[in-house]
């Protein structure tokens, strides 16, 4: 009947604007042809309360409880939240596919992939895909940390943004540990998003136009002092296979690649992943392109830790030559990568620290595509 259509639709535009966290600044209405409004309350819907208290609006307007000023901030808080709350989410949807992407990407040497686990006997696939889904709800809530002002000038140290950053990727790092049954499988990657997803909630939060060099700025900023971490360590005091190749070769790790901004990712990896897919690759292939120059490029102390410093050398000039010679034959550098991982499955070596970066380098892909 035209009564119960009529209610239909009031019910349609109430849930609407009690289904978005800024959805009590509409008043849409139904009226009916003999000019009567149909009423939330008719339809069993709470009448609507007031912005700034929990009176009914109609009281609070008809008394001028509050001021326009009072009214407005309000309401733009809440669209404010609302935007980087869709924001925050955006960015942790990214960073999922790129976990994926990274996962999925094969044949990666050393590495779990489509087609086999690697250099690893605890680890595989689906270890990584439980991972990441475990870590979505925690990628959004970095990239909400550097949207957070808790200044109303907004200029809040960025050693202050970093700290509660740390004590939201401890909790990641148990949510990850949870979900593999005490696998680590992303502890670097959970560092390194941290960093960019609340660097690129700043910069979304501050109105910062989005560019690599602005991005790796930022990043730079937010981990100025992360080498503390380093501070007076020595062979012998050294009590993690990272402080250790710190005090021997002075090799940083993951801290320096964040202390660089990621330049590797942003100024490396980025170009040549867009320059592959540029020449038609697929998504898969010029992702393992990639992975094979960050590996020929960047220090890697996973292989370093599973070898020595010198077979990594040697390894990275033979994969410069590789890609040299072979630049122009997706199918001779497929071979060569699938000919790389037998050998590094036999040398029991794991590049899982290039794999991080290329999970990065996807990540800032998918969000330039976004743009």
Same mark, same amino acid.
């Given at each position: 009947s035209a009564a119960s259509d009529v209610y239909k639709r009031q019910e349609i535009l109430c849930l609407l604007e009690d289904s978005l966290s800024f959805?009590?600044?509409?008043?849409?209405? *139904?009226?009916?042809?003999?000019? @009567?409004?149909? $009423?939330? @309350?008719?339809?069993? /819907?709470? &009448?609507?309360?007031?912005?700034l208290c929990s009176n009914d609006a109609f009281v609070c307007s008809r008394s001028r409880t509050h001021t326009v000023k009072e009214l407005l901030d309000k309401a733009c808080e809440l669209m404010k939240d609302y935007f980087e709350e869709k924001q925050a989410k955006k960015l942790s949807s990214l960073s999922m596919q790129a976990l994926l992407y990274e996962v999925s990407a094969t044949?990666?040497? &050393?590495? *779990?992939?489509?087609?086999?686990? &690697?250099?690893?006997?605890?680890?595989? =696939?689906?270890?990584?895909?439980? %991972?990441?889904? %475990?870590?979505?709800? +925690?990628?959004?809530? /970095?990239?909400?940390? &550097?949207?957070?002002?808790?200044?109303?000038?907004?200029? #809040?140290?960025?050693?202050?943004? /970093?700290?509660?950053?740390? $004590?939201?990727?401890?909790?990641?790092?148990?949510a990850m540990m949870t979900a593999t049954k005490g696998i680590n499988t992303h502890k670097g990657l959970i560092f390194s998003l941290a960093i960019l997803n609340c660097s690129l909630g700043y910069m979304y939060a501050n109105h910062i136009p989005y560019s690599p060099d602005t991005l790796l700025s930022i990043n730079r900023k937010? *981990?100025?002092?992360?080498?503390?971490? /380093?501070?007076? =360590? @020595?062979?012998?005091?050294?009590?993690t296979n990272g402080e250790r190749l710190y005090a021997l070769y002075g090799m940083k790790g993951a801290r320096g690649e964040a202390l660089s901004g990621y330049a590797t990712v942003l100024k490396t990896a980025l170009p040549i992943l867009k320059e592959e897919l540029k020449k038609g690759r697929s998504i898969n292939?010029?992702?393992?392109?990639? !992975?094979?120059? =960050?590996?020929? @490029? $960047?220090?890697?102390?996973?292989?370093?830790?599973? $070898? %020595? +410093?010198?077979?990594?050398? #040697?390894?990275?000039?033979? =994969?410069?030559?590789? !890609?040299?010679?072979?630049a122009h034959d997706t199918h001779e550098l497929l071979t060569y990568a699938k000919e790389l991982d037998a050998e590094m499955i036999e040398r029991n070596i794991s590049p899982g620290g290039s794999a991080d970066l290329l999970a990065l380098t996807y990540f800032i892909y998918l969000y330039e595509q976004e743009l």
């Open positions: 959805g009590r600044l509409f008043d849409i209405d *139904v009226i009916r042809t003999d000019e @009567t409004k149909v $009423s939330r @309350t008719e339809l069993g /819907f709470p &009448g609507r309360k007031c912005l044949p990666k040497p &050393g590495l *779990v992939d489509r087609n086999n686990t &690697g250099a690893h006997k605890d680890m595989d =696939i689906f270890t990584f895909e439980a %991972s990441a889904v %475990s870590l979505n709800h +925690y990628f959004e809530k /970095f990239a909400l940390c &550097g949207m957070e002002k808790e200044h109303e000038n907004g200029h #809040e140290p960025f050693s202050r943004i /970093f700290a509660r950053l740390r $004590s939201l990727g401890i909790q990641a790092e148990d937010l *981990v100025a002092d992360v080498l503390e971490d /380093f501070k007076d =360590i @020595t062979a012998e005091t050294a009590r292939d010029a992702g393992v392109i990639t !992975l094979l120059s =960050i590996i020929a @490029t $960047s220090e890697d102390t996973n292989i370093v830790n599973r $070898s %020595s +410093y010198e077979e990594m050398k #040697e390894l990275q000039a033979r =994969i410069q030559t590789v !890609l040299k010679e072979k």
